[in-house]
């Protein structure tokens, strides 16, 4: 599933005027491609896991974690806008960095503060919105092929920031409502990703938002991936622990995004032709 598609006439989300902001040379996401969802999936599984070890090992309880885990990715996020062009490590570094801090944000909110799981989900969700409307009346685009200046990278990060703490509240919502278990949970998100990618390739489903819908699906997706892996065989999971389970996703993270930054797969046809000729 792509966020645009070559050819095909653009839907209000996605018109492109004059950008504002600081002027880059080149996008600063990467091309949607089948990479792009595998890692993505595997950063929310991280996200999981790693909150629930930084938790359980650091001493800090929940909230100087969200602290020192915050802290940590305003300073890659500073490295992120620094670049002028998408740079795999420092993004998908990012990425992982945002599925922790979400996880935290809303973890603390319901196990601190008390705040329902529906009062959270429903108050990420008008976030999410008012970042979405706030980003479409200033850019006159959703689109993330034209994350091209530093606004419209703000907004970007500040939607992925809302659409992990959004899919870990609905997530562990519909977990608590339905209790169906960490297996169960994970093919229920997965079909509804299916669902998704039906409607936009069969049925015609605005492009930008199929991405966006389908990205807030794979952060509960991931969760009760890493949950079913990580949790004691008593609770429904495989045993192996929040530390076997963060190691292993982020091997293979690391893998992945290596491979990427020497093929450079995901990068748009015009970055891919320059750095060749470079």
């Excluded at 491609?33 to 950063?43: M, N, P, R």
């Excluded at 359980?56 to 602290?67: A, P, Q, W």
């Excluded at 969700?125 to 008012?130: D, I, N, S, Y």
């Excluded at 562990?172 to 079909?191: H, I, K, P």
Aim: glycine share 8%; proline share 4%; hydrophobic share 55%.
């Amino acid at each position: 599933m792509t966020a645009d598609i070559p050819g095909a006439v653009e839907a209000p989300g996605t018109s492109r005027p004059a950008p504002t902001g600081r002027r880059l040379r080149w996008n600063k996401v990467p091309e949607v491609t089948a990479y792009f969802w595998v890692i993505k999936v595997l950063c929310t599984t991280v996200g999981e896991t790693a909150a629930d070890l930084l938790n359980e090992k650091l001493g800090l309880g929940l909230t100087g974690v969200s602290l020192l885990m915050s802290v940590v990715l305003v300073v890659v996020l500073v490295a992120q806008f620094r670049t002028r062009a998408y740079r795999p490590g420092i993004y998908w570094l990012a990425v992982a960095l945002i599925s922790v801090v979400g996880t935290l944000i809303s973890d603390n909110l319901t196990d601190n503060l008390g705040v329902p799981l529906e009062t959270s989900a429903l108050a990420f969700a008008v976030a999410l919105v008012v970042v979405f409307i706030a980003w479409y009346r200033s850019e006159r685009t959703l689109s993330i092929h034209h994350v091209d200046t530093t606004r419209r990278e703000s907004f970007y990060w500040l939607a992925v920031l809302f659409t992990f703490a959004l899919g870990t509240a609905a997530g562990d919502l519909v977990a608590e409502r339905m209790d169906l278990g960490y297996w169960l949970s994970a093919g229920l998100f997965a079909l509804a990703i299916a669902a998704v990618a039906v409607a936009h390739f069969a049925l015609g489903l605005d492009a930008v938002w199929s991405f966006w819908i389908a990205y807030i699906l794979t952060r509960p997706l991931g969760a009760s991936i890493g949950d079913y892996l990580s949790q004691p065989t008593a609770d429904g999971g495989l045993g192996l622990g929040t530390v076997i389970t963060s190691v292993l996703f982020l091997a293979v993270i690391l893998g992945l995004v290596v491979f990427l930054t020497v093929t450079r797969r995901d990068v748009s046809d015009p970055e891919r032709l320059s750095a060749q000729a470079s």
